[in-house]
């Protein structure tokens, strides 16, 4: 079994930045693709990030491109998402995942394996 352990969310202003890091542990023994997906309150979770094992290869959602940056260090099993420029509509909690079936980065949530428990990240105006 994998275990994805989110930290790093909080209560920031607008136009503020916050980094969160997701860090696995257990049975992580092959390559694994990285993603980043978050669910608004009251709304259903949508695709934020992803990359690939080797990192040459990331995806954003229109909705943060230029504003969040994800990153990996893989002697360390962590996966960040920099997030900078925030704003109040990036309130959510924030759910890393990784997908052991594929080197690549994948914006479909059913390709992913195991998810953490989240983090919340609240942004205020």
């Known amino acids: 079994q994998v275990q994805l352990v989110e930290s790093g969310g909080g209560l920031v202003q607008a136009g503020t930045s916050l980094r969160i890091s997701c860090v696995a542990s257990?049975?992580?023994?092959?390559?694994?693709?990285a993603g980043w997906f978050r669910q608004p309150p009251g709304k259903e979770r949508e695709f934020v990030s992803a990359?690939?094992?080797?990192?040459?290869?990331?995806h954003y959602a229109n909705s943060v491109k230029g504003r969040f940056t994800i990153s990996r260090d893989n002697a360390k099993n962590t996966v960040y998402l920099q997030m900078n420029s925030l704003k109040p509509d990036d309130t959510a909690v924030y759910y890393c995942?990784?997908?052991?079936?594929?080197?690549?980065?994948?914006?479909?949530?059913?390709?992913?394996?195991?998810w953490g428990q989240g983090t919340q990240v609240t942004v205020s105006s």
């Open positions: 995942a990784a997908d052991f079936d594929s080197t690549q980065a994948t914006i479909n949530a059913y390709s992913y394996d195991y």
């Open positions: 257990g049975r992580v023994f092959s390559y694994y693709a």
């Open positions: 990359i690939s094992w080797s990192g040459d290869i990331t």
